[in-house]
């Protein structure tokens, strides 16, 4: 370990000096700096572009260039020019944030954010939760829940790479995400209405969206803010050979003289992927004085996909058609409350979060190519309908203590504490025709499995951070997070016609303590440059499986250990008089005991193993700003190569030096903003965006059916508006050029030839969106 990172720390040396390029990067602006003041007569140059973004990723607000670590933070009105409505634009505009995009069927069940390569996973399944955590902690506003969040009415996102565990109670592997609302304003009334409509190449039919906002004042010291809409996406997939079903609820038969032993009828069907998502958030902010501040918030959201964006994957199929034979429906919803409060005390500042969350998702999977090749259909009008469906709840508590002192010492002292109960999975397979082994089924409520998967999970932490600042411009900074936890689960299996199979109760605790080192210097006005070591850590767990039994599994499967991280980090952040803004990081992380899920040995239990260690270096880079008076913009690139150390092998195999699924060793993203004034209350808008990720892989195993190498592709975007102070009339496009996008697909030898499939990205969509305000 210690021979790689010297052998790095060299490479570094030898090809990469922060405080050269600090030099350098201020030397270059020089000029820059000069013409823009030539040009502007001694003023200086778009100096509302200069402003910094706000954050309080730190637990205090301060400007990204001076958090002394690698942030990336993104604007509510930046999110709002580049059309970023969820998780999956989202990460196309931050460089080294990474989603394997299913859409919003299978986005709002498994989708996975990946940040420096850690991630072992593959995408094959779509319809099941991962078996292991998120290495990616997601919080809105104070809650840590993931949702792929409907991004309307956002104040900013905040995105913090490589380990979070001595700043939020939710600690991560590799990063934490956090979506801010804006708050009620008590100082006037304000409103806001949106409405657009679009088309999608091979959509059969317009795209709409609608949202609001209201903020009330409730005299001086309170007001609600309360802002919702809706968002509908007609489907571009065509079904080229869908199951009648009659009205029995069981597939017609081809031949009604030869029922037993007739195909189902099928007919064509076009656009079966019709999607929309409904939103709403409240919330009630009163500050009786300038001591204390109360916000009680209500989340809401429903996802609803009436099939997969996934075409057939199968040679010769058409691009956007699928052969599957069922109709897959998934609904998601979400119910947030939370209360926060704040009080200043003066010497330091106490913040209070209590929230309840509830996520609940009903599915229906088509099996009959899964069953069709484990030998269980054995006639022809079989079709097997599986419900998936699952429910997560828990409470949070999180409260913190935040100095407020002038001195040379500032601190962070917080606890944390989550209890969170989830029926994992609840799954109902049946068989739906006129023959089942050779015995008559007539009736769509028969029950050939049920599947439940239980657990419940407990973690309680402190943490906290001291900073001491050696003089104006150079500080140091320890963390850390004490943590004990509890993880509890139970499944089993039922067999109406062969019997009943339960799991054997487990259960999982750990405690440790993890810690944190953080240095900068203010080389000058322009350039700080930072050094961070940093550890993350991910919760363990237990299979509840059999070990007994004509179902007994291997009892080394009982139990996963948790997986840990150690990061390294040098970088270099700033901004120019020019307003131009920078940051550049170079890291290296060891990942040992990395989890991944898999299926078990005997029944094929989902189940979470470890898998060996791996390591992942990359450098990190963003530039945004002012080019002229009238012209902004932004760029990043992320490096990430990660890969497996020494391989393994047993109840799942990873090559040795294998590259990690879903990661891209490159991935850029850029945008162009151009304003100019056409009269006295009117300005024309042009908007450009872009993003490329290059090609990457979706297995740690060569020799495994699931494993595809997937092509690299960009994908661009771009806006014309007219605006007023009060109203905006904009037309957009997506997916300019009309890329395929393809980032997974399901086991091609489990499902069969018919069932086999593979995700893109919405094809090229062009809209019309007309907002006012007040």
Do not use: C
């Amino acid at each position: 370990m210690k021979e790689e990172l010297k052998s790095t720390g060299a490479r570094i040396r030898g090809g990469f000096s922060v405080l050269a390029l600090a030099a350098a990067l201020t030397a270059i602006d020089g000029g820059a700096s000069m013409a823009s003041a030539q040009s502007t007569e001694g003023e200086p140059a778009a100096e509302g572009a200069a402003d910094s973004i706000y954050v309080t990723a730190s637990r205090r607000k301060q400007s990204v260039e001076d958090v002394p670590y690698n942030i990336s933070a993104i604007s509510g009105d930046d999110l709002n020019a580049a059309r970023v409505t969820d998780f999956s634009k989202l990460t196309r505009s931050i460089p080294g944030l990474q989603l394997t995009d299913r859409g919003i069927r299978d986005n709002s069940t498994s989708a996975r954010l990946i940040s420096r390569g850690l991630n072992t996973e593959s995408a094959a399944i779509a319809d099941l939760p991962f078996v292991t955590a998120s290495p990616v902690a997601t919080y809105v506003d104070e809650t840590p829940v993931f949702v792929n969040l409907r991004l309307n009415d956002i104040e900013r996102v905040e995105f913090l790479r490589g380990p979070q565990g001595t700043l939020y109670g939710s600690g991560s592997l590799g990063g934490t995400l956090r979506f801010i609302q804006n708050k009620p304003d008590a100082s006037g009334f304000s409103a806001k209405a949106e409405a657009g409509v679009s088309f999608t190449n091979d959509a059969g039919g317009p795209n709409y969206t609608v949202s609001g906002m209201v903020n009330a004042p409730i005299g001086e010291n309170a007001a609600l803010r309360v802002s919702g809409g809706h968002d509908f996406y007609h489907g571009f997939i065509d079904g080229l050979g869908r199951a009648i079903i009659g009205a029995d609820g069981l597939p017609a038969p081809s031949d009604p003289g030869d029922p037993i032993n007739s195909a189902p009828a099928t007919e064509a069907v076009k656009d079966i992927n019709d999607a929309d998502v409904s939103y709403l958030h409240a919330a009630l902010r009163v500050t009786p004085n300038d001591i204390w501040d109360i916000q009680l918030s209500y989340h809401y959201q429903r996802e609803q996909g009436d099939n997969r964006d996934a075409q057939s994957a199968t040679p010769g199929i058409p691009q956007r058609k699928v052969t599957t034979l069922l109709d897959e429906p998934s609904t998601r919803e979400l119910h947030l409350g939370s209360l926060d409060i704040e009080v200043d005390f003066g010497f330091a500042a106490l913040t209070s979060s209590t929230s309840y969350y509830q996520t609940t998702t009903e599915a229906i999977g088509d099996g009959t190519g899964i069953y069709g090749t484990l030998g269980y259909l054995f006639t022809p009008r079989i079709t097997a309908r599986s419900n998936l469906d699952s429910r997560k709840s828990a409470v949070v508590q999180e409260a913190r203590l935040v100095s407020n002192s002038d001195g040379p010492v500032d601190w962070i002292i917080g606890v944390y504490y989550q209890n969170e109960d989830s029926i994992e999975l609840n799954e109902h397979d049946y068989f739906l025709g006129d023959g089942l082994i050779g015995n008559p089924v007539t009736d769509p409520t028969d029950l050939f499995l049920h599947l439940r998967r239980t657990s419940d999970f407990s973690d309680l932490a402190g943490f906290g951070e001291l900073t001491y600042h050696v003089t104006d411009r150079w500080q140091v900074t320890g963390g850390f997070r004490a943590f004990k936890q509890k993880f509890d689960s139970f499944s089993f299996f039922n067999f109406p016609a062969f019997g009943f199979y339960p799991g054997d109760p487990n259960s999982f605790k750990d405690s440790d303590v993890l810690f944190k080192a953080n240095t900068s210097y203010e080389v000058n006005d322009a350039a700080t440059v930072y050094a961070t070591f940093s550890q993350g850590f991910r919760r363990g767990g237990a299979n509840s499986i059999p070990t007994s039994g004509p179902l007994a599994e291997p009892a080394g499967l009982i139990s996963y250990a948790a997986d840990r991280v150690n990061n390294y980090e040098i970088g270099v952040k700033g901004r120019f008089d020019s307003g131009i803004r920078y940051s550049a990081a170079l890291y290296y992380i060891d990942w040992s005991d990395a989890q991944i899920g898999t299926l078990s040995p005997v029944f094929g239990y989902d189940v979470a193993v470890n898998g060996g260690d791996a390591t992942g270096k990359g450098a990190e880079f963003e530039l945004s700003g002012p080019l002229t008076d009238d012209l902004e913009f932004s760029f990043g690139y992320a490096y990430t190569d990660a890969h497996l150390e020494e391989g393994f092998s047993g109840y799942v195999s990873g090559a040795p030096d294998a590259r990690l699924p879903g990661v891209s060793k490159h991935a850029l993203s850029g945008s162009l903003d151009y304003s100019r004034a056409v009269s006295a209350d009117l300005d024309f808008l042009a908007h450009i965006d872009g993003s490329y990720r290059s090609k990457f892989v979706n297995s740690v195993d060569p020799g495994a059916d699931i494993y595809r190498e997937f092509e690299g592709f960009p994908l661009i975007g771009a806006s014309l508006s007219l605006a007023s102070e009060r109203w905006r009339v904009s037309l957009y496009a997506e997916n300019l050029f009309d890329e395929l996008g393809l980032s997974a697909q399901n086991d091609p030898v489990e499902n069969g030839s018919l069932y086999h499939v593979e995700w893109g990205v919405r094809p090229r969509t062009i809209g019309l969106m007309l907002s006012a305000e007040y």
